[in-house]
């Protein structure tokens, strides 16, 4: 029998055997892992597309700090609102008298609505006259409910006393 002649340059695999193999050991690792992430999503596929609402969940509730430091209040007026005037006449007579105004206000806080609220005494009208044209300028923080600005009724005295 004859022996091979050995060639340092022949192997018993090919050339490109080693390299080859590591090659498809890398592609069988990475379909495998494809394979995995494929089946994974397909059975947590709704944990995953849930996430961000549990990760919302798990953060401490921010509504305390949220919530309008206001949440109800009734009107009231601004401080620079113009006092009634009291007539000149009635001043110089030495008449007294109390009227009562009923204010329709808006949500921004101005009069739409001046009224007289009826009175069982009789009251002169410079006086009424006089009461109305001054709370018909006034300004008011408006009513608040819920944390809302709505619209509102207030009445206001005004006393004429010299």
């Not at 209040?73 to 007579?93: H, I, K």
């Not at 608040?144 to 006393?159: Q, Y």
């Amino acid at each position: 029998m004859g022996s091979i002649p050995h060639n340092p340059s022949e192997t018993t695999t090919s050339a490109h055997g080693t390299p080859t193999a590591l090659l498809w050991a890398l592609l069988f690792a990475l379909l495998l892992g494809v394979v995995g992430v494929m089946g994974y999503r397909a059975t947590h596929g709704s944990e995953i597309l849930h996430k961000p609402e549990v990760v919302a969940a798990a953060r401490p509730s921010l509504e305390p700090t949220q919530t309008p430091a206001v949440f109800n209040q009734e009107a009231e007026p601004l401080a620079d609102n113009p006092v009634p005037r009291y007539p000149a006449q009635m001043l110089a007579d030495g008449t007294d008298a109390d009227v009562v105004v009923r204010l329709q206000i808006d949500a921004n806080g101005a009069v739409t609505e001046a009224t007289l609220q009826p009175r069982e005494d009789n009251v002169d009208e410079r006086f009424e006259q006089a009461a109305l044209q001054a709370l018909r300028e006034w300004r008011f923080r408006p009513e608040v409910r819920e944390g809302h600005a709505i619209s509102s009724v207030v009445l206001v005295p005004v006393e004429f006393r010299r």
